[in-house]
């Protein structure tokens, strides 16, 4: 059974920083893309980092550019989002995802604290 785990959340000023993780599990890591994804209040979830099998082939969409890190460890079936320069609009629910697999863990809340 594919499982995403995700975890790092928090509450944070603009500008700072936080470091999402996601422990995947029930098929071959290694094997396959990992994706971002971030579901602001109210809105639809939005795609925004995605990473190849090969660690440097990283891809982000516009609203995070220059701002997040997606990086991953096959050691560890783990994907992550480093976040900096964080902005209010950031707030939401963030979930990691690996196409072509259906389902979504129960992602992980990152605030933006006025």
């Known amino acids: 059974q594919v499982q995403f785990v995700e975890s790092g959340g928090g509450s944070v000023h603009p500008g700072g920083s936080l470091r999402l993780s996601c422990r995947a599990s029930?098929?071959?890591?290694?094997?396959?893309?990992m994706e971002w994804y971030h579901q602001a209040p109210g809105k639809e979830r939005e795609k925004v980092a995605i990473?190849?099998?090969?660690?440097?082939?990283?891809y982000y969409f516009d609203s995070v550019k220059g701002r997040f890190t997606i990086s991953r460890d096959n050691a560890k079936n783990t994907v992550y989002l480093q976040m900096n320069n964080l902005k209010p609009e950031d707030t939401g629910v963030y979930y990691c995802?690996?196409?072509?697999?259906?389902?979504w863990g129960q992602g992980t809340q990152v605030t933006g604290a006025s």
């Open positions: 995802n690996a196409p072509p697999f259906p389902g």
């Open positions: 029930g098929f071959p890591f290694s094997s396959y893309s």
């Open positions: 990473i190849g099998v090969q660690a440097g082939a990283t």
